[in-house]
């Protein structure tokens, strides 16, 4: 009985949060997207969604006309002059970035020699700190922490690293699972 129970467990947790999940997200975006709507047309099960798509679909369209792209480069600029907005906006970007694959986070799997303990696997970020007036020999290695979602940011010097033979997802998902997902 026991046994199922786990089976059970290991089966139906995953897909279960994944789905919880996937269904909160669409019900927020689609409640962002009624909000949009006039309110003859609000009762429309996933209008909100769909207004929500358009709207996208039309900002990508519009970007590559030129007086588009100069309007929002323009409200960009003034947004980054907020202190308080321009650190919330540019991570989203970055993370949106990311996200879509227009740029890859992780450049790199490498082991980083903990004091007098032993080794933690790290993820190279950046590789060029002369933006940030830091010395040219370190770089920025994100350590994933284990069953959970963070990490630390360290910046150590390049020479000081191992490189591995590992996939990005590999690597996250070795430490997400404290080293107990060893396969691909």
């Known amino acids: 009985m026991w046994r199922f129970l786990q089976d059970g467990m290991l089966v139906a947790f995953p897909v279960i949060v994944t789905v919880y999940t996937g269904i909160y997200l669409l019900k927020l975006g689609n409640l962002v997207g009624q909000m949009m709507l006039p309110d003859r047309f609000s009762h429309f099960r996933g209008g909100g969604l769909l207004v929500l798509l358009l709207l996208v679909v039309l900002a990508?369209?519009?970007?590559?006309?030129?007086?588009?792209?100069?309007?929002?480069?323009?409200?960009?600029?003034?947004?980054?002059?907020?202190?308080?907005?321009?650190?919330?906006?540019?991570?989203?970007?970055?993370?949106?970035?990311?996200?879509i694959g227009k740029k890859d986070p992780f450049t790199q799997v490498v082991?980083?020699?903990?004091?007098?303990?032993?080794?933690?696997?790290?993820?190279?970020?950046?590789?060029?700190?002369?933006?940030l007036h830091l010395p040219k020999q370190l770089v920025a290695v994100y350590l994933p922490f284990?069953?959970?979602?963070?990490?630390?940011?360290?910046?150590?010097?390049?020479?000081?690293?191992?490189?591995?033979?590992?996939?990005?997802?590999?690597?996250?998902?070795?430490?997400?699972?404290?080293?107990?997902?060893?396969?691909?």
């Open 60 to 99: 990508g369209l519009l970007w590559s006309w030129p007086p588009f792209r100069h309007g929002v480069g323009y409200c960009e600029r003034k947004m980054l002059r907020v202190p308080a907005v321009s650190s919330y906006y540019r991570v989203v970007k970055e993370i949106t970035r990311s996200a």
């Open 111 to 131: 082991l980083v020699q903990e004091a007098g303990c032993g080794k933690r696997i790290g993820l190279l970020t950046a590789q060029q700190m002369e933006e």
């Open 146 to 184: 284990g069953t959970q979602l963070g990490g630390d940011l360290l910046l150590l010097p390049k020479e000081s690293l191992e490189p591995v033979d590992m996939t990005v997802e590999a690597a996250l998902r070795f430490c997400m699972t404290a080293g107990v997902s060893v396969k691909d």
